[in-house]
Structures are given as C-alpha cells and as structure tokens.
C-alpha cells in the first residue's frame, strides 16, 4: 500500500471514531433533510400549484442535493475544531503525507453520508417519490450526490483551516442552509425574478438537483434555464470537478503552512 494511502487510512479511521463518540453535527445535517420533506411536503407543498405527492417527487431529490451540500459544513467544522485543538500541528509531527489528513477526512465524510442518506431515500419512498429512470439512472444519480459531497467537503475542509475556530466554524456552518434557498432545491426556478433566477439556476446545487431528477426520472430539465441547470449532468460534474481542482490543492498547502 502506498504512503498516501495507508496514511490516509488510519486518518479515515481516526475521524469515524470521532463521529461515533461526537456525532452530532453529522446528525444535524442528516435528519434536517427529512424534516423539512416532512414540513415543506405535508405543509407548504398543499399551497402549491403541483399536487402534494407531484411535489414531494420534485422534493426529495433537491433534498438530497442539499444532503450533499451540507459537507461544507462539516468539513468546515471538523477542521477548524482540529486546527484549534492543536491536532493539526500534532500531525504535521509526524512523517506522514500531507494529502492524508484532508483526505482522510473527506473520506470519512463520504462514507458517513453514503449511510446518512438512506434514511432519506426511505422517507422520501415512503411519501411518494419514486425512482423512474431504472437502476443504471439511479447509480449515476446518488454517484453524483456522491462526488458534490466530497468536493463540498474540501471546500468545507480549507475554510475551517482558515478560521481555526470551532465556535466560529460552527456559527458559518449555518449560512450554508442559505444554499439551498438559493437553488431549485425546494421550488422551480422558472417563476423567479430575473436577477435571482440567474443567481439560483448558476448554483452548483441547482445542477446537482437537477441532475439527480433527471436521473431518476422524475423532471426532465429545463432547455430555457442556464446551461448548468438545462445541462444538470454535465453541469454537476463540471462543478464538482471545478471544486476539486481548485480546492484540492488549496487546503493541502494551507494545512502545510498553517503550522510555519
């Protein structure tokens, strides 16, 4: 096994450990999911033009996208509350690899998220939405969920490198619930002002969600909206592979130069 590897191994190891003594930010982003399907698609999805279960369908998969946004925040959170408590800098000690500990990390966070997704998918069965597009649809769906979390992960991992506060990661964390408003998450964009239908549909998650309905069968994209969004699967990867181009590198050097 290679260095790099079997480094990051043991760092992987080291943070499922963390999350099963300290699990409660990974809970947090987890269960808001269903309880907002349950809120937004009992409550506010009878107000809407769409029948309940019509837009429960439109729902879950955003939902999901957003599941997978939420690894900003605790990547965000888990490297600030490393930074702080000196467990960086006790790293950094040790002739190991730098790329490990990031990504240690962010592997963690991806097989956390694999299992914290199921409950959703459940719920989301459960409540009406079906998965049309046949298996092949499927697997490409939750891969790209998959592949937006870690990217969403490193980009979490390299602010709270920046901060090195916990306290202060975990206060930022909660903008990032800003994100999902701001997509074609909850609602479709098509009735939206003209600056903000931009601002949403050039929302890395407006892709995800996108991508992960068409995917499933669910609804087709939109050929008027922004190429991201009316493109979602080339979108979402072309997001995902743009966030881990640029935030790859940029947290392994501020891990490097944190501790001169």
Not at 65 to 80: K, L, R, V
Not at 135 to 150: K, P
Not at 189 to 205: Q, S
Not at 228 to 242: D, F, I, K, N, Q
Request: with cysteine.
């Amino acid at each position: 096994m290679s260095t790099v590897a079997y480094d990051s191994t043991a760092v992987l190891g080291r943070h499922l450990q963390r999350i099963r003594h300290s699990p409660g930010v990974v809970i947090l982003t987890q269960t808001m999911p269903i309880t907002m399907l349950l809120f937004f698609g009992f409550v506010f999805g009878s107000a809407l033009a769409t029948p309940g279960q019509e837009y429960r369908a439109f729902l879950v998969p955003g939902l999901l996208a957003a599941t997978a946004a939420g690894g900003i925040m605790t990547g965000m959170f888990q490297s600030a509350q490393d930074a702080q408590r000196g467990v960086m800098d006790r790293f950094r000690t040790l002739p190991m690899s730098r790329v490990a500990v990031p990504l240690g990390q962010t592997a963690a966070d991806l097989l956390t998220t694999v299992v914290g997704m199921v409950p959703l998918v459940l719920v989301g069965l459960a409540v009406g939405w079906r998965i049309e597009g046949g298996v092949g649809g499927a697997l490409g769906a939750f891969g790209l969920l998959l592949l937006f979390r870690f990217a969403a992960n490193w980009v979490g991992a390299y602010l709270g490198l920046l901060i090195r506060n916990e306290e202060i990661a975990g206060q930022l964390g909660s903008v990032t619930f800003v994100l999902p408003l701001l997509s074609n998450a909850y609602i479709p964009t098509e009735g939206l002002p003209g600056w903000l239908r931009v601002v949403t549909e050039w929302n890395p998650l407006s892709a995800v969600a996108a991508a992960v309905r068409d995917l499933c069968g669910n609804t087709p994209p939109n050929p008027d909206a922004a190429w991201p969004t009316a493109e979602p699967v080339a979108g979402a990867l072309l997001w995902s592979l743009l966030l881990l181009v640029v935030f790859v590198p940029l947290t392994v050097r501020r891990y490097t130069r944190s501790g001169e």
